[in-house]
Every structure is written in structure tokens, then in C-alpha cells.
């Protein structure tokens, strides 16, 4: 049997050191008395270390990386189970990646609770202001981890407080920070004195914080056990909390409701002032664009962003009828900004029509669609949808004047004519419209987005592309 | 004669605990060391202390002012409510900030503030405050600014350049309740504030084409909150708002808040115990829908009435209503069905992939994985276990239901 005695305060290097001695002279996990320097042994008479006669042993970063973490855990028996692991690891290397793993659970058990504990250092740890001397201020505080985590976390509070010196001091090692120079210590400190008025305001905070109608002390615990408690200013208020709670919650229920204060009378009085003093609608685009913004004649205004309307001219010779926004156009507010409406804006560049000169519009001007995952998907708006938004499209039209009006796709027909109508039997044709008003029917240019076919999406957008230049062609001929 | 420090702390601290929001976590990786300032995000985030009202205590979470020109039915700071007025100085909240940054009380900053004057002066002050801490002070903490909808876009371009995170609470499940409830609030104009945040999100994580380097807006992204119990709205569509939201405009967060009983309550409002199992199975199913693949229909539809069961889980309500999906082999089945099965969490399920890579998995293989097998056990298939077609008994709600509370005698 071989008697290794350590430390035991968390340096990895001290149990690696004696590890690989054994497992280069062969040692079996079952062969080594790990125990705690000072403590006795049940084999005083230790053998000497019989020489090395294997390779030292080779583990995966992974193990490094778990064994760092568990030998910082208080529980005696860590040294074994990470030497056991290092020896089954020399047979079977994946056997990491075994979560069932009898000893694989029990190291990633240790592990877990010294990685709880450390975040707990995170969270728990309260500095305390204290006389300094020279430019920086300096702050002490006191805690009590249950494991060996101090120079594992050390590194934590020196990256966050920066700017200041400070201590922390626990039973197992202290950490202190002066001047941007970081020490540790493995020794057990004793607990200082600490005083800061500062708590006070924390107090306050904590106290006030806290919602007395919903006391959920057991989750509370859950989350801050009470073992934390003796060394958190603010947990001395817990008692008194919970017990004034359900009196405040009786006093608020039981007031009475009093009347409003006086300035409440004069903000609604402001408020209402300045409703009546909106100004009337004059007929104008910018007016009918506003009206729309709160819209509500179909129920698709609850779910969509906002009023997608349309933009360009005051007066234009081309107007463009699209069927709905799309995603893009619902968040940004502006009709085709998104693939559609690069697939348009390319058509058009090749038309020749500057899009600046060209009112763009929807027959639809909200949003509609249906969830999917985490995605909003397109869907088509119904009879009843068009027939209502109808309304700003037949203004639109009255107020922008257009010689030709393009509607893309069976929406925008159905909007335009009121009939729903097969496209390709109408699809690239001028007919009469409005008096002295022209309209060509062409396809939506999210209907080329979703051609699979190459040859045939570039054939539909040359066609596309044909038909805008035609549209272009008439606006400019026709009287106005 | 003027109040002190401290009793405005309390009055704004009161006046800002109905916001559930508490995260810190998912911004940016950012430390302090060599800058001579103070404070870092490393990832998670950091609950520093816990009140008994079992919320975390992560932020110093504050209002600026409780004056407000709304009159919003469910909130303390209503203009018609005669709870206490206070209002702080932007140095003051950057003190307070700093201060109690130094004794490691909180990991950073929440701050909000009653609508005074008009929207965009309310929002300049809170980015004032966030721009000192972060220009004059080196603050690298958290910072969570509350947007105003209808500010300026060059505060709210201001306001994601310091903030991590920004939020707007759209308050209501939907546009009739926040009519009723916030007569000054424009459900529209929230939605319109939320697309603008996203998009300006999304464009900040595109790196430029020229310099290659990212604009920084909001890096932890944008949440809302619902007030849950204060309106007539079913968990179905309150859950349906949240996938819209979610889908939308990307949120990071939907916070479920039950309505809470407030001091001077508006005589809209009863004062009633605030609905919490609800809050905590709306959480449940919003979990589900984020991470569990489950769509919101599916979490609503197994009752008619549209509300979450409040006995059981929503995940256990939807297997004891899908009994023809299970039960499932652990050996086998893909990580979607795994998902699905009452007891396994996401954590879990990928242990369980990882381990059956090595092995076939017996039931006592997946209790070293830390899963319950009372809860379990009837919906799975496992090697040397197969469940006595316990899915088909018409008592296995009473089997793995939790068992009914004894009632007191009085």
C-alpha cells in the first residue's frame, strides 16, 4: 500500500505531481492511501515508491479540465476517484464521453458542486469600504466557501474591480488585489471586522425590492441557501419581511380608493386640449398616409407591425400595386424593402424606370401571416381584407393620378378590377381602367423568388422585366 | 423639505419592482482589467442576492422619476395614484450605480422612468445616465435602459450603443385590453419601437463592408413583459402574442408578469391575489415553444378554454393528451421525440445521446443522469424496459400527476 499525503487545498499541480509518480511505477487505484497531510495513516510504514517503469500517463484536455474543478471540492475522497480515472483513461480514452459512467457521475457530481460553490463566490462575496492609503480606494470582504475555490475565482474579482484594491479573506486562502497585482494564499484567514455604511442603502433597496404579495421563501432558499446568510447584510431583514407581508398585502386590499391627486386633473386636462386642437384632414396624400396609420377596418392591423403605405410622388405617371407587405416591409414600414422588393428593383433598373418617380403600393397594407417555428410566414389576405383595404388604395389612386397602374399578381387584380381572374389569361396587356387610365396585369415578384427552375425564373423575370418597360412605355405616351 | 438619498431609493426601488425583467446574462464578454475603469459581463449572468418574494436580485433596478403623464389602470405610478412622488438626478443614479457596483451587491444597471414632459425627454435622461457611467466612469457592467416608444431615433441609436439590453413592455396580451387599461398607450407604436429595434440589432451584428468592425447596438437584445390576470385574455392568447413577438421581432425574452395588488389601486382593478402557478406554467409553455419544439397550438390544445392546465405541467397535460405518441425509445428515438417526453430536459437529452453512442441505456443508466424515473418510466421504452402499456390505463394522470395537496383543517 502507498500512503500519499497533500495538502488538499485545491492545487491541482500538487495531486498531478504525485499521480503521475504512481502511475509511472504502475501504482493500482486500489493501492494508494490518499489522505490529508497531518492526518494519520492506517499505513504508517509506507513502502517507498516502487521505481518507474511505464510512460507517463496521457489523459484528454477534457480530463484536465474536470480534475481542476474537482480537486477543489472538500470531499476526501476526490483524490482516489481522479486517480481511478486516470488509470481506466490509460485503457480507455473516451471513457469521458460516457456519461453512465459510475465514476464518470460521481467526478462531474464533485465538479458540479465546486462550480456552484464558485458561482455562488460570485454572486456572495460583499465588499466592505475600508481606510486606504494613496489614490485607490480599498474594500474587504469576508466569505466562506465549502470548497477550495479561492485561487480558482481569484482571477473573477480581478478582472471585474479593477480600479480598486481589495481582500478577500476566507477559511480556505485569501486573494488580494493591490495595484493591479493580483496574490493568492492557500492559508485559512480569520474573519475581520467590517463596517460600511453603504449597506444601509442596500438595505433599503433589498427591503423595498421586495414584492410582499408574492413571499415565496422556498424558492428564495432554493437560490441562496441559508448557510450564505450570516455573511449577506441584506438577509437579516428576511424574517421581518416575511412576517409584515401578509399585513400589507390585508392593508392594500383593504384601502379604500381615494380620490386622484390634484396635478392628475391638470395633465388630463393638457391631454385633452391638445386632442381637440388636432387639425382637420386636408385632402392631401401626407393627410390619407396618416389617417392610415390607425387603421383598424379589418382585424389584421392586431397582428402586423404597423401600416405599410405606399411611397413616392405626390403625382406619378407609373403607379406600382404589389399584394401585402412582407416581413421586412412590415418591421421597417416601407413598402418592398425585402427580397421582393430587390428582385423589383432590379426589374426596374433594367425597365429603365427610376424608382424614385414611381408610386409604390399594396393592395394590402398590413402584414398578414402565420407562425412557424420561430419565423412569421407569408399568408395570403382573403376576400374580406382586400375588399377593406380597398378604401386607401381607391384614394391613393385618386390623389397620385397615374396614366398606367401595374398590378402584380392575382391580389393586386382582384383589389384593382374586383374580379378574381385567372392571371396568364390577362397577364401583359394594356387595358382601359379608370377613364384615361391604363392597367397591365404582370406577376408578383416573389412569384420569380420561388421558381426552382433557373431557366424558367430567368425567362418569367425577362418577361417581368418586359412588361414593367411596356407599362413605362405607356405612362409616358398616354395624355395625362 | 427635500428627501433624503436613501427614502428616494425606497420610493423608486417600490416603484420599480412590477418589472419582472432580471437578466444580465448574453451580452457581450467585456472585463475591466488595464482600463481603469470597473465592472465586466462574462457570459452567464449573476444573481447576486434573492428577496423572499423568491425573484433574483441582479440589478440595481430603478426609476429615474415616478412622475408619469399616463394614467395606466395597472400601475402604481399612474398619474392618478396618490402613492409618493420622487424623482433622482442622473449623477445620483450613476453614484448609486457605482457604489453599490464596488461592493459587489449587483452586476449592473436597470433603469426606467415615468413618461415626464414629453417621450424624448424622459428617454435623453435615461441615456444620460448610461453614457456617463459608461464615458466617465469605465463602467463595463450591465446596463438595461427602458426605451420610450416615439423617441427620437438618434436617443434610441444612443441609448444601444451603451445599453446591453433595451426593452419595451407591450403591457397587454392585446391591443383591446391596453385600450381599456392604458388609454395613452398606442399598442402600434410599441410594435413600431420593437421592428425598429430589431432591425437596428440585426444590421449592428452585419459587419461593415469597409472596416470589417461592428456597430454596437444592444448586444444582448430586446425583451417585453405582459402583465398576466389584469385583462379577461385566455393563456392561449396571451401565448399567442409571445410567438408573435418572439417571431416578429426577435425578442430574447417575453417576462410573464401576474398582476400584482398594488398600494391606492385603480378601482378598475380588483385587488387580487396575483395569479403565480399561472404565471409559472405560462413560463413552462414558453419554454416548450423556445427550446422543446413545441408550437403554441399544440401547448393550448388540451382544453377548451384556452388555459394552460393549472394541476400539471403543460408538457405532462400534452403527453397525457398524445398518449399515441409514446412510448419512446431512449435508444432510439431522434432528439425531437426525446424532447417531448414528461422528465427529460434539454440537458438531459443530450446526455442521453451522448451516452447511447457507447451503449444501450437500461432504466438505472438513466437514473445516474439525474432523471426522475417516477416521472419517466411510463412513457419510455429502454433496454430491459418496457412500460405495461401504462399509457393506455385511464388512471395515469392520477399515476404521474402530483399528488393533491391535503387541505388544512381551519
Known amino acids: 500500500m502507498q500512503a500519499v499525503?497533500?495538502?488538499?487545498r485545491g492545487d491541482l499541480a500538487e495531486w498531478r505531481d504525485a499521480a503521475r509518480a504512481l502511475a509511472m511505477a504502475g501504482v493500482g487505484p486500489q493501492e494508494v492511501d490518499w489522505r490529508m497531510a497531518g492526518a494519520a495513516s492506517l499505513f504508517d510504514a509506507a513502502a517507498p515508491l516502487p521505481p518507474a517503469t511505464r510512460p507517463p500517463p496521457r489523459v484528454p484536455r477534457a480530463f484536465l479540465?474536470?480534475?481542476?474543478?474537482?480537486?477543489?471540492?472538500?470531499?476526501?475522497?476526490?483524490?482516489?476517484?481522479?486517480?481511478?480515472?486516470?488509470?481506466?483513461?490509460?485503457?480507455?480514452?473516451?471513457?469521458?464521453?460516457?456519461?453512465?459512467?459510475?465514476?464518470?457521475?460521481?467526478?462531474a457530481r464533485l465538479a458540479t458542486s465546486v462550480r456552484r460553490d464558485c458561482h455562488k463566490m460570485t454572486a456572495f462575496v460583499r465588499f466592505r469600504e475600508t481606510a486606504g492609503e494613496g489614490g485607490r480606494r480599498r474594500f474587504l470582504a469576508w466569505f466562506?466557501?465549502?470548497?477550495?475555490?479561492?485561487?480558482?475565482?481569484?482571477?473573477?474579482?480581478?478582472?471585474r474591480f479593477a480600479d480598486m484594491d481589495w481582500m478577500i479573506l476566507t477559511p480556505r486562502g485569501s486573494a488580494a488585489f493591490e495595484d493591479g497585482v493580483l496574490s493568492v494564499s492557500r492559508d485559512p484567514a480569520a474573519k475581520p471586522v467590517l463596517d460600511d455604511p453603504t449597506d444601509a442603502l442596500w438595505l433599503t433597496y433589498y427591503a423595498a425590492i421586495f414584492n410582499p404579495a408574492r413571499v415565496k421563501p422556498g424558492a428564495m432558499r432554493a437560490e441562496m441557501p441559508k448557510k450564505y446568510w450570516k455573511n449577506l447584510p441584506e438577509a437579516a431583514l428576511i424574517p421581518q419581511l416575511v412576517a409584515q407581508a401578509p399585513a400589507r398585502v390585508a392593508a392594500m386590499a383593504a384601502q379604500a380608493a381615494l380620490p386622484p391627486p390634484a396635478h392628475h386633473a391638470r395633465i388630463q386636462a393638457r391631454r385633452q386640449a391638445s386632442a381637440l386642437a388636432a387639425p382637420p384632414a386636408p385632402e392631401s396624400l401626407a393627410a390619407v398616409r396618416e389617417a392610415a396609420r390607425n387603421c383598424t377596418r379589418c382585424a389584421l392591423h392586431c397582428t402586423a407591425t404597423q401600416t405599410v403605405f405606399g411611397e413616392g410622388p405626390d403625382r406619378a405617371a407609373l403607379m406600382i400595386v404589389g399584394e401585402q407587405p412582407g416581413d421586412r416591409e412590415d418591421l421597417a414600414g416601407r413598402p418592398f424593402v425585402g427580397a421582393a422588393g430587390a428582385v423589383l428593383d432590379r426589374a426596374l433598373a433594367t425597365a429603365g424606370i427610376d424608382r424614385a418617380q414611381a408610386y409604390l403600393t399594396n393592395a394590402v397594407k398590413h402584414f398578414k401571416h402565420e407562425p412557424r417555428g420561430k419565423r412569421r410566414l407569408h399568408a395570403t389576405p382573403n376576400a374580406h381584407e382586400v375588399a377593406q383595404c380597398r378604401w386607401w388604395l381607391r384614394q391613393e389612386i385618386a390623389l397620385v393620378q397615374p396614366r398606367v397602374v401595374v398590378a402584380m399578381g392575382a391580389t393586386?387584380?382582384?383589389?384593382?378590377t374586383g374580379q378574381a381572374s385567372r392571371l396568364a389569361d390577362i397577364r401583359g396587356r394594356l387595358s382601359p381602367f379608370d377613364p384615361g387610365r391604363a392597367l397591365l396585369v404582370t406577376t408578383h415578384p416573389a412569384h420569380l423568388l420561388r421558381l426552382p427552375d433557373a431557366r424558367r425564373a430567368a425567362a418569367q423575370t425577362a418577361r417581368f422585366?418586359?412588361?414593367?418597360?411596356?407599362?413605362?412605355?405607356?405612362?409616358?405616351?398616354?395624355p395625362a | 423639505m427635500p428627501r433624503s438619498l436613501r427614502e428616494r431609493l425606497a420610493i423608486l426601488s417600490d416603484a420599480a419592482k412590477y418589472d419582472a425583467s432580471c437578466a444580465s446574462s448574453g451580452t457581450t464578454r467585456r472585463d475591466s482589467s488595464g482600463t481603469g475603469g470597473l465592472g465586466s459581463t462574462e457570459g452567464s449572468g449573476i444573481c447576486h442576492a434573492y428577496?423572499?418574494?423568491?425573484?433574483?436580485?441582479s440589478l440595481l433596478k430603478i426609476l429615474l422619476t415616478n412622475f408619469c403623464i399616463f394614467d395606466c389602470a395597472y400601475c402604481i405610478n399612474r398619474s392618478s395614484s396618490n402613492v409618493e412622488r420622487a424623482r433622482f438626478t442622473p449623477d445620483e443614479v450613476v453614484w448609486l450605480t457605482m457604489e453599490f457596483y464596488r461592493r459587489n451587491y449587483i452586476e449592473g444597471l436597470f433603469l426606467s422612468s415615468g413618461i415626464v414632459r414629453s417621450s424624448d425627454h424622459t428617454m435623453e435622461q435615461l441615456v444620460r445616465v448610461a453614457r456617463e457611467l459608461r464615458t466617465t466612469h469605465g463602467f463595463r457592467g450591465y446596463i438595461h435602459l427602458k426605451t420610450i416608444p416615439d423617441a427620437a431615433p438618434a436617443l434610441i441609436e444612443e441609448a444601444g450603443l451603451y445599453a446591453d439590453r433595451l426593452s419595451i413592455n407591450v403591457e397587454m396580451p392585446t391591443d383591446a385590453g391596453l385600450a381599456t387599461l392604458a388609454p395613452e398607450k398606442q399598442p402600434a407604436g410599441i410594435r413600431r419601437a420593437m421592428a425598429d429595434m430589431r432591425i437596428r440589432i440585426e444590421d449592428a451584428k452585419e459587419p461593415t463592408l469597409r472596416t470589417r468592425t461592428r456597430k454596437r447596438f444592444a448586444p444582448a437584445g430586446q425583451s417585453t413583459q405582459m402583465i398576466?390576470?389584469?385583462?379577461?385574455?385566455?393563456d392561449a392568447t396571451v401565448l399567442a402574442t409571445s410567438a408573435r413577438l418572439y417571431g416578429g421581432y426577435g425578442l430574447k425574452r417575453v417576462y410573464y408578469s401576474a398582476f400584482s395588488p398594488i398600494p391606492d389601486a385603480s378601482a378598475q382593478l380588483p385587488p387580487v391575489k396575483p395569479p403565480l402557478l399561472r404565471e409559472h406554467r405560462l413560463y413552462q409553455a414558453d419554454w416548450l415553444y423556445r427550446f422543446y419544439g413545441f408550437s403554441i397550438a399544440e401547448v393550448t390544445a388540451a382544453r377548451p378554454d384556452g388555459m394552460l392546465d393549472l394541476e400539471m405541467d403543460p408538457k405532462l397535460a400534452w403527453a397525457l393528451a398524445n398518449r399515441g405518441d409514446f412510448p419512446v425509445d431512449v435508444n432510439r428515438a431522434a432528439r425531437e421525440s426525446l424532447l417531448r417526453v414528461p422528465g427529460l430536459g434539454v440537458k438531459t437529452v443530450d446526455a442521453i445521446l451522448a451516452a447511447r453512442r457507447h451503449r444501450r441505456l437500461r432504466l438505472d443508466d438513466l437514473g445516474r443522469l439525474r432523471v426522475s424515473l417516477r416521472k419517466v418510466r411510463?412513457?419510455?421504452?429502454?433496454?430491459?424496459?418496457?412500460?405495461?402499456?401504462?399509457?393506455?390505463?385511464s388512471d395515469l394522470a392520477a399515476l404521474v400527476a402530483p399528488p393533491a395537496q391535503q387541505l388544512a383543517l381551519l
Open chain 1, 5 to 8: 499525503a497533500l495538502e488538499g
Open chain 1, 65 to 107: 479540465d474536470l480534475a481542476e474543478s474537482v480537486v477543489c471540492h472538500a470531499d476526501p475522497g476526490r483524490f482516489a476517484l481522479l486517480y481511478r480515472l486516470l488509470v481506466r483513461l490509460q485503457d480507455d480514452p473516451a471513457l469521458l464521453s460516457m456519461p453512465a459512467d459510475a465514476d464518470v457521475v460521481a467526478a
Open chain 1, 144 to 159: 466562506e466557501p465549502d470548497h477550495h475555490i479561492v485561487a480558482l475565482k481569484a482571477p473573477f474579482f480581478a478582472r
Open chain 1, 412 to 416: 393586386a387584380v382582384l383589389a384593382l
Open chain 1, 465 to 478: 422585366e418586359a412588361e414593367l418597360a411596356q407599362a413605362q412605355r405607356a405612362a409616358q405616351v398616354l
Open chain 2, 51 to 57: 428577496a423572499p418574494d423568491g425573484r433574483c436580485i
Open chain 2, 228 to 234: 398576466i390576470g389584469a385583462d379577461a385574455s385566455n
Open chain 2, 378 to 393: 411510463p412513457w419510455i421504452q429502454a433496454e430491459g424496459w418496457t412500460p405495461l402499456r401504462l399509457v393506455d390505463r
